[in-house]
C-alpha cells in the first residue's frame, strides 16, 4: 500500500496538507460543538428532562434532518455540491463554477421551499406519524414548535450546498463556525424569554445566521453569474448524488420516529435522556468525522477520476486507522467516566440526580456506537466519490427493517435503554453491509494495513480505560460538582497519558507517518 517511488513527494506533501486542514477543521469545530453542548447545558437547566424537552426533541426532527443531516457538513447537499465542484476543478472548468453553483441554489430553494410550506400546513399529521404515541400536552406543543421551525428545512438546503461551494475554495473558517450562531441564538433566547416556544424561535433565528455567515464568502462570485440548463453534466451529476443521498439520510429520520414511536410509550423523560445522551455522543465524534472526511473527501474523489485504486486504498487505510485511534478511547472514557460527565455537563436546575442515571445508562450503549458510526460514515464518502449513491441507499432502507427489529426486541423489556443498544445494533449491521458490498465493488477493502494499527489502539484504550477504573474505584470521590470536575480532569488527563504511551511504545505506523520529517 506503499505509494510508488516518483509519487512519494506528492504524496507526502498530500498528507502535511491534509493534516492541516484537518487539524484547522478539528479546532475550529470543536469551538462550535463545544459551544453547541453548552445550549443543551443551558436548555437542561431551564426545561430538565420534562415536556417543554421531550417536545422539542420530536418537533426537530425534521428541522434538524434538514439543517443537520441533510444541509450540515458531510451531508448530502454538500457532498453532492463538493463532488460536482470538485470535478469541475480536475477538468479545468473553473469559469463555469459560479454558474452550476447558482443552478444549485435555485433549484434547491424552489424544492425545498415547497417541502416547508407542506410541513408547516400539515404540522399536526407530521407529528402523528412521528410520535403517534406521544402524551396530549407533548404533542400540543410539538406542533407549534414544528410550525416555527419549519423554515429550516428551505435553509437547511442553501446552507449545504453553499458549505460544499465554500469548501471546493479550501474555504474551512466560516462553514466550521456557523454553527456558532445557531447555539447562541437559541440561548440568547432561552435567557431573556425562558419559554418552551423559545426553543423553536431561537432555532430558527439561529439558522438564518448560519445561511447569512455562509453566503458570505460565496456571493461575490455568484452575483449576477447566468444560470446553465438543467442537463449540464455537473448538475445533473449533482442531482443523481444527490437524490439517493437524501434518501438514505432521510431515513435516518425515519428510523428516528421509529425509535420515538417506541419511546414515546415510556414515561416523561425518557426521550430527554436519550436525547442528552446522543448530544454528547455527537460532540466528540462530530468533531472527527469534520475533520476526517471534509478534506478527504476530495483526495477521494481525484483518485477515483484517475483510476488511481492505489491511493484510494490508501487514503481508505488512512481514514479507517485515524477512526481506530480516535474512536476507542472515546468509547472508554465515556463508559468509565459517564456518571461524572453528565453530572458536571446536566446536574443542574430540573436536571436532578435520576436524570443523571438514566442518562448515563443510555450514553454507555450508545458508546459502544462511536466506532462503526464514524466507520460507516468513511465507507459511505468511498461510495459517494465512485459517483455511487444507490448502494447507500439500499443499506437505509434495509436499516429501517432492522431497526423496527431491534426496538421491538429492546425498548419494550428495558425501556429507554433498549432505544440506546437498538441504535448501536443498527448502525454494525449497517457497517457491515457497507463493507460486504464496497469490496464487492472494488474487489478487496485492501484493509490489511490497518490491522495492527486498529487492534494495538483498542487494546490501548481497553489496558488505559480498566486503569483508570480501578482507580476510579479507589479513589470514591463523592457526587458534587467540584469532585466531579477534579475526577473528569485527574483521571481523563491519566488516561490519555497511558493510552499515548501504550501507542507509542508499540509504534503504531499511522503515528509514525505524521512525525515531521528530519532536515
Known amino acids: 500500500m506503499t505509494p510508488s517511488t516518483g509519487s512519494s513527494t506528492t504524496l507526502k506533501l498530500s498528507n502535511r496538507s491534509v493534516l492541516g486542514i484537518a487539524t484547522l477543521i478539528a479546532v475550529l469545530t470543536v469551538l462550535s460543538k463545544g459551544i453547541g453542548f453548552f445550549r443543551e447545558v443551558v436548555i437542561a437547566n431551564y426545561f430538565g428532562a420534562g415536556v417543554p424537552k421531550d417536545a422539542y426533541a420530536i418537533a426537530y426532527i425534521l428541522p434538524a434532518m434538514a439543517l443537520i443531516l441533510l444541509g450540515g457538513l458531510n451531508g448530502p447537499f454538500h457532498t453532492s455540491t463538493l463532488s460536482a465542484i470538485t470535478r469541475l476543478q480536475a477538468e479545468d472548468k473553473a469559469e463555469e463554477i459560479p454558474r452550476v453553483a447558482n443552478t444549485i441554489l435555485l433549484w434547491t430553494g424552489f424544492f425545498m421551499g415547497i417541502l416547508t410550506i407542506l410541513v408547516a400546513w400539515g404540522a399536526p399529521s407530521v407529528l402523528s406519524v412521528l410520535a403517534p404515541a406521544a402524551k396530549p400536552a407533548v404533542r400540543a406543543l410539538a406542533i407549534c414548535q414544528l410550525q416555527i421551525m419549519s423554515p429550516l428545512l428551505f435553509l437547511g438546503g442553501l446552507i449545504g450546498c453553499l458549505c460544499g461551494l465554500n469548501n471546493s475554495r479550501q474555504e474551512f473558517a466560516l462553514p466550521s463556525l456557523s454553527p456558532i450562531v445557531a447555539s447562541l441564538a437559541v440561548m440568547v433566547t432561552v435567557f431573556f424569554w425562558p419559554d418552551p416556544l423559545a426553543l423553536a424561535w431561537g432555532t430558527l433565528i439561529g439558522a438564518v445566521g448560519q445561511f447569512v455567515l455562509q453566503l458570505i464568502p460565496s456571493l461575490p462570485s455568484l452575483h449576477r453569474a447566468p444560470l446553465v440548463p438543467l442537463n449540464h453534466p455537473a448538475v445533473r451529476e449533482m442531482g443523481i448524488l444527490l437524490l439517493p443521498a437524501m434518501l438514505s439520510s432521510s431515513i435516518g429520520t425515519i428510523n428516528a420516529a421509529i425509535g420515538l414511536g417506541f419511546a414515546a410509550m415510556l414515561p416523561i423523560g425518557g426521550i430527554s435522556a436519550f436525547d442528552y445522551a446522543n448530544k454528547l455522543i455527537q460532540l466528540p465524534l462530530g468533531v472527527l468525522l469534520t475533520a476526517l472526511l471534509i478534506p478527504i473527501f476530495p ?120 432505544l440506546s443498544i437498538s441504535t448501536t445494533l443498527v448502525t454494525l449491521v449497517n457497517l457491515a453491509l457497507m463493507a460486504f458490498w464496497l469490496r464487492r465493488r472494488l474487489g478487496t477493502l485492501g484493509l490489511g494495513p490497518s490491522v495492527s494499527t486498529v487492534l494495538k489502539s483498542f487494546l490501548a484504550s481497553l489496558f488505559a480505560g480498566l486503569l483508570i477504573w480501578q482507580l476510579d474505584r479507589i479513589a470514591h470521590f463523592p457526587p458534587t460538582f467540584v469532585a466531579g470536575i477534579t475526577e473528569l480532569a485527574s483521571l481523563g488527563t491519566l488516561f490519555l497519558l497511558c493510552y499515548a504511551a501504550i501507542l507509542w511504545l508499540w509504534k503504531v505506523p499511522i503515528l509514525q507517518q505524521l512525525r515531521p520529517a528530519k532536515a
Do not use: C
Open 299 to 418: 483526495l477521494l474523489t481525484g483518485a477515483v477520476v484517475r483510476n488511481d485504486w492505489k491511493t484510494l486504498h490508501l487514503w481508505l487505510n488512512r481514514g479507517i486507522q485515524t477512526i481506530a485511534i480516535a474512536t476507542f478511547p472515546m468509547t472508554a472514557l465515556t463508559v468509565v467516566l459517564g456518571v461524572p460527565l453528565v453530572r458536571v455537563l446536566f446536574e443542574r436546575g430540573q436536571f436532578d440526580a435520576q436524570a443523571t442515571r438514566i442518562t448515563f445508562l443510555v450514553l454507555v450503549y450508545a458508546a459502544l456506537g462511536i466506532a462503526p458510526y464514524a466507520a460507516r460514515d468513511l465507507l459511505t464518502r468511498v461510495f459517494y466519490a465512485m459517483n455511487d449513491s444507490r448502494r447507500p441507499l439500499l443499506i437505509a432502507l434495509l436499516s429501517i427493517a432492522t431497526n423496527f427489529l431491534f426496538n421491538w426486541l429492546f425498548v419494550i423489556p428495558l425501556g429507554v435503554i433498549g
